[in-house]
């Protein structure tokens, strides 16, 4: 019994009165004694109780394939379970994202939380999920299936707790995060209701980011007449345009700090040519750039075209640039110290959350929210490694604390 009572002052309640994101620094409501409420410990409770049944409903949504545009099979049970949950409204919208409405009062603030359900493995249709002492392997394991196991318990556990919203909270597994958060923006741009915050579930336990990282980079391409090698003396070649472009993009200076101004470029991609006795037609490289800054992001992509210009004029060869203009970057004044991003702060530490990193260079569905004025943030959901790759792994025991943290952020919020 001793144990039982000291893991359930380890996870208190907090209390969010009002949100808003103003230049005026905030203070966090995080009060721990609410951890020894009797609704805090039936809350906690049950999650430790299912603890078996978490991982088992984890691993088999894992094996549903779900690559961005193939969300069908994942929706469905998503939203079968809103349903089974109790929840006010379920349903999948017109974009196939999985939406559950859990209703409060009149007077409530219109909240969303949104894990994604998209993977970036397309092709992957069949997925074994491994299990090793604390880890589980697979594709997706992490990003971000474990978001939205965090968030279907969290809903249960609140339902089985007796728990009353003031609020009107908008659970939205959306589809498309992956590729421009496209669900989330469309859900955001038809709906009917307007939104006082969003909360996206993604990204490493302490992670937290209230700003949106602009992307920039696209692909630099050069076109010339081209030659045999015998023929070649005088005949401009695409490939030294590339090697220039790139040596001098290189010495482009970004800022580093502070955070709302950091920006950041790579040349990730090169290639051209057919054959290895002509000069090159065509060659080509690739630039990825990203800022939390979108003057700064601006700047940099300005350079970038100048240069790619010059040498082109420099070799003699034409050159076609297209740099992504529509990822901006967005910062909401305050938004760093404000009550929303404070509280969810205070959380994470009590929680013991390692890595804790607050920044504005969020690239998640909370970037929606930005760009349209919502006060949005991003909240971790376990710890991951090798993201994005066929060996992904995420870790059991940071699930369970990524499932608190989004339970206190509910409470807190109400």
Same mark, same amino acid.
């Given at each position: 019994?001793?144990k ?24 966090s409501?995080?009060?721990?004694e ?72 009149s ?19 069949e ?6 002492? $604390? ?14 196991? $965090? ?22 597994a ?17 709906s ?11 990204g ?14 696209g ?46 470029y ?26 939390? $800054? ?22 003699g060869?034409?050159?076609e ?10 910062q ?30 969020g ?39 990524g ?12």
């Open positions: 019994m001793k039982i009572i000291t893991l359930f002052l380890c996870f208190p309640f907090i209390f969010l009165a009002t949100i808003s994101f103003t230049q005026k620094g905030e203070e409501l995080f009060k721990p609410i951890a020894s409420s009797p609704q805090a410990q039936k809350i906690f409770s049950f999650i430790e109780k299912n603890r078996e049944a978490i991982i088992e409903e984890w691993i088999y949504l894992t094996e549903i394939p779900a690559p961005s545009g193939h969300e069908e099979k994942r929706a469905k049970y998503i939203e079968a379970q809103f349903k089974a949950a109790g929840l006010d409204e379920a349903y999948i919208d017109e974009f196939g994202n999985a939406v559950g409405i859990w209703r409060g009062t007077q409530g603030k219109n909240i969303i939380f949104a894990p994604h359900m998209d993977t970036v493995f397309q092709e992957v249709w997925i074994k999920v491994i299990r090793e002492e $604390n880890l589980l392997k697979a594709p997706g394991i992490g990003d971000d299936t474990s978001s939205c196991i $965090n968030l279907l318990w969290s809903i249960r556990a609140l339902k089985n707790a007796g728990f009353k919203p003031k609020n009107n909270y908008y659970f939205v959306t589809v498309g995060e992956e590729i421009g958060f496209r669900g989330m923006r469309l859900f955001l741009d038809n009917k209701e307007k939104f006082d915050m969003l909360i996206a579930l993604d490493d336990l302490g992670s937290l980011s209230y700003g949106a990282l602009g992307f920039g980079g692909r630099v391409i050069f076109r010339g007449p081209g030659a045999h090698t015998m023929q070649s003396r005088g005949v401009p070649n695409p490939n030294v345009a590339v090697a220039k472009a790139i040596e001098r993009i290189y010495q482009i200076s970004v800022p580093a700090e502070p955070p709302e101004k950091f920006a950041i790579n040349v990730g991609m090169i290639g051209g040519g057919k054959v290895n006795n002509a000069v090159s037609q065509e060659s080509f490289f690739t630039v990825d750039l990203r800022s939390a $800054n979108q003057a700064e992001l601006e700047k940099a992509a300005r350079q970038i075209e100048e240069i790619c210009r010059q040498v082109a004029e420099e070799v060869v034409e050159v640039i297209n740099l992504n203009k529509n990822a901006r970057a967005y909401l004044p305050g938004a760093r110290h404000s009550t929303l991003v404070r509280t969810a702060e205070e959380i994470l530490k009590f929680l013991k959350v390692r890595d804790l990193e607050i920044n504005p260079l690239s998640t569905d909370a970037n929606a929210g930005i760009e349209q004025g919502i006060p949005s943030i991003n909240l971790g959901r376990t710890y991951c490694r090798y993201k994005h790759s066929l060996r992904e792994e995420a870790e059991i025991d940071g699930l369970f604390v499932i608190k943290q989004d339970i206190l952020m509910i409470l807190s919020l109400n």
